[in-house]
C-alpha cells in the first residue's frame, strides 16, 4: 500500500477521479440505467414494476419492429453502396490535384459545419415534389421527373440517403486525405519507373496503403447507418407510412410517442438488442478483417 | 517538499471532484422565496411574436399586483405528445400546464394532476360548467382535476383570396363535401396552389381522419361498459379515405405536400398556398401570433356535415391543471392563476374587459369564435362585454359562429386516443401516397393493430 502511494498511485488515481465520475455518472450510469429498465415496466412517475423478458417479446412481436429493421437495413445498404466510396474517390481526385487543395477541402468539409437541422430544412426545399421544385426543376433541363422525393414511399428513404451522404461525406474525405499523405511517395516513384497507370497505382499502391483506415471507415459507416435518426426524424416523421421508420426513431417513438408516458420499458430493450447487435456485428467484423489490417 | 506539492495537488484535484458534485446536486426550486409562493405557468408558443408576449407578461404583473403573496414566472409552452411526455417523465412540468381533453381522464386515473376540485368550488362556478366539456377533466367520483377553459368545433378554413382567384365566391363557403371537391379542383385548376390540404403526422393525421369520419357518419370507437370496441374499419371512414383518394389522385388538387402537422400546415395556410383545411376553429390565434396571415385571406367555415342522425362535428379542447408535485400553496396558488387568466373572463364583465383590453393593446386577436365551456348565454354575455375590443374578422368567419350551434358536437374517441391517431397516421399518409393503395386491406389492418393497442390497457 505504501510503495502503491509512494509510485504515485494514489495522485494519479486522485486526477483520474473527476474523469471517472463525470464518465460514470453521465455516460455508464445510464446504460446501466437503460439496461434496468428493460426489465422493468416503468412511466418513470410511478414506481417500477419488474417484468422480466416481456418488453423484449412485445418488441419482436410488434409488427413495426420488422419494418424498422429492414428500413434501417435498406437505409445502410444504399448509403454503403454509394456513399462509401464517393468520399474516398473525392478524396484521390483531390489529392491529384496541385493547385487550390485547401479550397476543395474546405469545400468538402463545408456541408459538416451546417448545423443538421438548418440542412435539412434547406434539403426539404430542395425535396419540394411540385414540378417547379428546386431539384425537379434542375432535372427538368434534362428531361428526367418531376419525382415524388419525400412524398412517396419509394423514393423517399434514398431521399434520405442522399442527403445524409452529402452531409457526411467531408468529415470522411478529410480523413482520407490524411491517411493519402501518409503513402510514401517512392511507392509512386517505383510504380511510375514500371510503367503504371493512374488505375493502377490506385489500386495498387493508394487503396492497399489506405486499407488500415478504410476498415475503420467502414465499419464507423455500418455503425452511424445503424442508427440514422436525424433525417427520418426530420425530414418525415417516419413516413409516408412507415417508410422511413428507422430503428432509432421506433426507440423514440417508443418513448415518446403517446402523451400520457411512453413505453420507456419497450425503447430502453430495443436499445439494448441495437447495442448488442452492433457491438456483436464489431466483433465479427474485427475478426474476419484481423489478417487484412496494416498493423 | 516533493510529498507537500504531492499532496497539494492531491487536495487541489480533491476540492475539483467537490465541486463538480456539488454543481450537480445544486437545487433552484425553492417554493417560498422570499415568504412569496412562487409557481410556474405556461404562456404562449414559441415563435409567438414578441407583442403577444408582452401582452401576456401585462397579464402576470396585473395577477401579481392582486395577488401580492404570489410569485409568478412564465413559460413558453405547446402541447406536443412528445415534448409533454418527456417533461412529465421527467419532472419539469410548470405548476400551470394545458392538455387536451382526450388525456385529461387518463392523466387523472394515474394520479399526475392535483385535486382542484375545492378550489374551483370556491370560486363559485363549479356547477355553472357544460357537464360534457367539465367530464373530460373529472375523476370518476366528480372531483375536478382538470378546469375547461376553452373548447373547439373542427371548422372548415377557406382562403378568401384564393377563392376569389379561382372565381368562386368568398361569401359562399363548400356546404357539402361534393362541394369541397369541385371547388379544390378549380383552386388547383386556376390557382396552381393546392386547392385542399390534409394534416398527416405526428397523430394530427388520425385527428382529422377521426373529424372527416365524424362528420360523414362513422365513430372509430364504440363503448359497451366497460369494454371498448375499435371501429375504424367503418363506412364513414372508408368515404372519407375514398373522398381524399380522389381528390389526390383523379383530381390532383391536394398540392405536392403529403407530410403536414398542425404547424406546417398553418404555415402554409397563412402564406396562401392552400385554399382550405380543416382544422380547430381556434387556429386563428396561431395564424396571426405565429404565422402573420393577412387577415383579408382568412374565411371559417362549419364542416360540411353529411346527411342523417349519426353525422357530427368532432370537438376537442383544453383543460388546464396543476402539478401534482407542487406543494399545497402553490396549487392553490396555481389554481388562481387559471381563475384570473382562463376563466374570470367569462364571468366578471371588469375581468372580461380587462383582459381583452390587454390583447387588444398589443395588437393580439381579440372576439374569434369559441364553444361555450359553461353555456351558451354566458359566452353570448362575454362576447357582449368584449365587443368594443374585438380586432379579428369576425364577420368572415360567420359561417362558423352562426353555423355551429346547429351541429351535433361528438367528443373525440376515449381509448387511447393519441395512439389509435398515430396508427391513422399511417393510414392517410399511405392513400395520399401511394396510388394502389387498398383502403379496405388499411382500414381493417388499423382496426386490429387499434384493437390490440385498446385491449393491452
Known amino acids: ?295 | 517538499m516533493r510529498s507537500i506539492r504531492k499532496t497539494a495537488t492531491a487536495v487541489s484535484a480533491a476540492l475539483v471532484v467537490a465541486g463538480l458534485l456539488a454543481a450537480c446536486s445544486s437545487s433552484s426550486d425553492d417554493p417560498a422565496a422570499g415568504g412569496k409562493t412562487a409557481i410556474t405557468v405556461v404562456s404562449l408558443k414559441p415563435g409567438s411574436e414578441q407583442a403577444a408576449f408582452d401582452a401576456f407578461e401585462n397579464q402576470v404583473r396585473q395577477f401579481e399586483a392582486a395577488n401580492p403573496d404570489i410569485d409568478v414566472t412564465s413559460q413558453e409552452y405547446e402541447w406536443t405528445g412528445p415534448t409533454f411526455t418527456a417533461q412529465l417523465a421527467g419532472g419539469t412540468l410548470p405548476t400551470v400546464f394545458t392538455v387536451p381533453f382526450t388525456d385529461g381522464k387518463a392523466l387523472i386515473e394515474r394520479g399526475q394532476l392535483a385535486d382542484l376540485t375545492e378550489h374551483v368550488r370556491g370560486f363559485g362556478y363549479a356547477d355553472k360548467f357544460n357537464a360534457t366539456v367539465l367530464q373530460s377533466g373529472q375523476s370518476d367520483d366528480g372531483g375536478i382535476f382538470g378546469v375547461p377553459t376553452a373548447a373547439y368545433g373542427v371548422g372548415l378554413h377557406y382562403n378568401r383570396t384564393l377563392f376569389a382567384q379561382a372565381g368562386l365566391d368568398p361569401d359562399k363557403p363548400p356546404a357539402t363535401w361534393d362541394e369541397v371537391r369541385t371547388y379544390a379542383k378549380q383552386i388547383a385548376e386556376r390557382t396552381g396552389q393546392a386547392g385542399y390540404a390534409q394534416m398527416t403526422e405526428e397523430n394530427t393525421g388520425g385527428w382529422m381522419l377521426t373529424s372527416l369520419t365524424y362528420a360523414l357518419g362513422g365513430r372509430m370507437q364504440t363503448v359497451n361498459g366497460d369494454k371498448v370496441e375499435a371501429t375504424i374499419d367503418n363506412p364513414g371512414a372508408r368515404e372519407a379515405l375514398t373522398r381524399l383518394r380522389d381528390m389526390r389522385w383523379q383530381d390532383n388538387s391536394m398540392g405536392s405536400n403529403f407530410l403536414y402537422d398542425w404547424g406546417t400546415i398553418n404555415q402554409e395556410f397563412a402564406a396562401g398556398r392552400i385554399g382550405m383545411i380543416m382544422g380547430g376553429s381556434d387556429i386563428y390565434e396561431s395564424l396571426a401570433q405565429q404565422n402573420n396571415i393577412n387577415p383579408a385571406d382568412y374565411g371559417l367555415s362549419v364542416l360540411p356535415l353529411a346527411p342523417g342522425a349519426s353525422a357530427g362535428l368532432l370537438g376537442g379542447g383544453t383543460l388546464a391543471a396543476v402539478n401534482i408535485k407542487a406543494t399545497p400553496e402553490q396549487q392553490a396558488a396555481g389554481a388562481k392563476w387559471i381563475d384570473f387568466y382562463y376563466m374570470a373572463k367569462y364571468l366578471k364583465q371588469d375581468a372580461a374587459e380587462l383582459d381583452a383590453r390587454t390583447l387588444a393593446e398589443s395588437d393580439q386577436p381579440v372576439g374569434l369564435p369559441e364553444l361555450p365551456v359553461f353555456d351558451k348565454a354566458t359566452l353570448d354575455q362575454y362576447n357582449e362585454w368584449i365587443k368594443p375590443y374585438v380586432n379579428v374578422p369576425l364577420d368572415q368567419m360567420r359561417f362558423f359562429s352562426d353555423g355551429i350551434f346547429d351541429q351535433d358536437l361528438a367528443g373525440e374517441p376515449t381509448a387511447r386516443t393519441q395512439e389509435m391517431y398515430a396508427v391513422l397516421d399511417t393510414v392517410v399518409q399511405a392513400v395520399l401516397t401511394d396510388q394502389g393503395a387498398d383502403i379496405t386491406t388499411l382500414l381493417s389492418t388499423a382496426d386490429a393493430e387499434v384493437q390490440a393497442i385498446i385491449d393491452r390497457g
Do not use: C
Open chain 1, 1 to 295: 500500500m505504501r510503495t502503491w502511494v509512494r509510485r504515485g498511485g494514489l495522485s494519479t488515481l486522485v486526477f483520474l477521479l473527476p474523469l471517472l465520475v463525470i464518465f460514470g455518472v453521465f455516460s455508464w450510469l445510464p446504460i446501466v440505467r437503460a439496461a434496468l429498465m428493460s426489465v422493468q415496466q416503468t412511466n418513470l412517475v410511478t414506481a417500477p414494476e419488474f417484468v422480466g423478458l416481456e418488453n423484449f417479446e412485445s418488441v419482436l412481436g410488434d409488427p413495426l419492429f420488422w419494418t424498422a429493421v429492414q428500413n434501417t437495413g435498406l437505409f445502410a445498404l444504399i448509403a454503403l453502396v454509394f456513399g462509401y466510396p464517393l468520399p474516398l474517390v473525392l478524396a484521390v481526385l483531390m489529392s491529384e490535384v496541385r493547385r487550390f487543395r485547401g479550397l476543395f477541402s474546405a469545400i468538402a468539409y463545408l456541408p459538416v459545419v451546417v448545423p443538421p437541422v438548418v440542412a435539412v430544412l434547406m434539403w426539404k426545399f430542395f425535396y419540394d415534389a411540385r414540378p417547379d421544385g428546386v431539384f425537379n426543376t434542375i432535372l427538368g433541363w434534362v428531361g428526367l421527373g418531376p419525382y415524388q422525393w419525400l412524398q412517396s414511399a419509394d423514393t423517399a428513404l434514398p431521399s434520405l440517403v442522399l442527403e445524409a451522404t452529402w452531409a457526411a461525406a467531408g468529415g470522411t474525405v478529410i480523413i482520407y486525405l490524411a491517411a493519402l499523405l501518409g503513402v510514401p511517395a517512392e511507392l509512386y516513384d517505383a510504380a511510375d519507373v514500371d510503367g503504371a497507370s493512374i488505375w493502377r497505382k490506385i489500386w495498387h499502391v493508394t487503396l492497399p496503403q489506405l486499407r488500415g483506415v478504410l476498415l475503420v471507415t467502414l465499419i464507423l459507416q455500418i455503425i452511424g447507418t445503424s442508427q440514422v435518426f436525424l433525417e427520418p426524424f426530420l425530414f418525415t416523421g417516419g413516413g409516408p407510412a412507415n417508410s422511413t421508420l428507422s430503428v432509432l426513431l421506433l426507440i423514440y417513438n417508443y418513448a415518446f410517442g403517446s402523451s400520457l408516458g411512453g413505453d420507456y420499458g419497450a425503447a430502453t430493450a430495443l436499445s439494448l438488442m441495437l447495442a448488442v447487435f452492433l457491438a456483436a456485428l464489431s466483433a465479427v467484423y474485427f475478426w474476419l478483417t484481423r489478417s487484412w489490417s496494416t498493423s
